[in-house]
T-cell receptor, first 112, second 112 residues
Framework: DAGITQSPRYKITETGRQVTLMCHQT?????MFWYRQDLGHGLRLIYY???????DKGEVPDGYVVSRSKTENFPLTLESATRSQTSVYFC???????????FGSGTQLSVL | LAKTTQPISMDSYEGQEVNITCSHN???????ITWYQQFPSQGPRFIIQ???TKVTNEVASLFIPADRKSSTLSLPRVSLSDTAVYYC?????????????FGTGTRLKVLA
């Protein structure tokens, strides 16, 4: 959906570098999520946020940092990228508790 | 947390009805059951959602028995373009955390 956008679409970086993936939604949804999807596998929750300035860990938070200073933005930072963080990252949002998530198009990250 | 179990893969032929079952034995009282479709290189897309009994929309039906410990996504008369991965998502287990964990998904391949 055009209402949630991720950038960049593709990113190549080297081990040890800091990388920030951006996520922006125009609906003012309260809840936002970051998932990673490794090749041929399912989605794993990294972090989620219930509102601005409220974030919490998901299944696989190690090596990642998030912030949510504004409702519409939820950036994900890899402070020191590792090869195991090579993956496709999806951002999602929802307004209420009915689990109808809206996903972005994803960022394909390669760590060399 | 409500954990889901689905078949890893299924094959079908064009024009057939496909039923994909998801088990969620520890679903919480307030949890909805939501199904998503994911094509390669895209984020998951909402298909259908239900709480109990049967729900139908223009693309699928969702059957939920009285005990709600499982659900079945029914795709009528599939076509090649229905080849995708299908995920069922079941709430946050009543924790109120919005910690939505996806299962492994079912990889559906539609054959000509």
């Amino acid at each position: 959906d055009a209402g949630i956008t991720q950038s960049p679409r593709y990113k190549i970086t080297e081990t040890g570098r800091q990388v920030t993936l951006m996520c922006h939604q125009t609906w003012s949804h309260s809840y936002m999520f970051w998932y990673r999807q490794d090749l041929g596998h399912g989605l794993r929750l990294i972090y989620y946020s219930a509102a601005a300035d409220i974030t919490d860990k998901g299944e696989v938070p190690d090596g990642y940092v998030v912030s949510r200073s504004k409702t519409e933005n939820f950036p994900l930072t890899l402070e020191s990228a590792t090869r195991s963080q090579t993956s496709v990252y999806f951002c999602a949002s929802t307004e209420n508790s009915n689990e109808k998530l809206f996903f972005g198009s994803g960022t394909q990250l390669s760590v060399l | 947390l409500a954990k889901t179990t689905q078949p890893i893969s299924m094959d079908s032929y064009e024009g057939q009805e496909v039923n994909i079952t998801c088990s969620h034995n520890n679903i919480a009282t307030n949890d909805y059951i939501t199904w998503y479709q994911q094509f390669p290189s895209q984020g998951p897309r909402f298909i259908i959602q239900g709480y109990k009994t049967k729900v139908t929309n223009e693309v699928a039906s969702l059957f939920i028995p009285a005990d709600r410990k499982s659900s079945t996504l029914s795709l009528p008369r599939v076509s090649l373009s229905d080849t995708a991965v299908y995920y069922c998502l079941v709430g946050d287990g009543g924790s109120g955390t919005y910690k939505y964990i996806f299962g492994t998904g079912t990889r559906l391949k539609v054959l000509a």
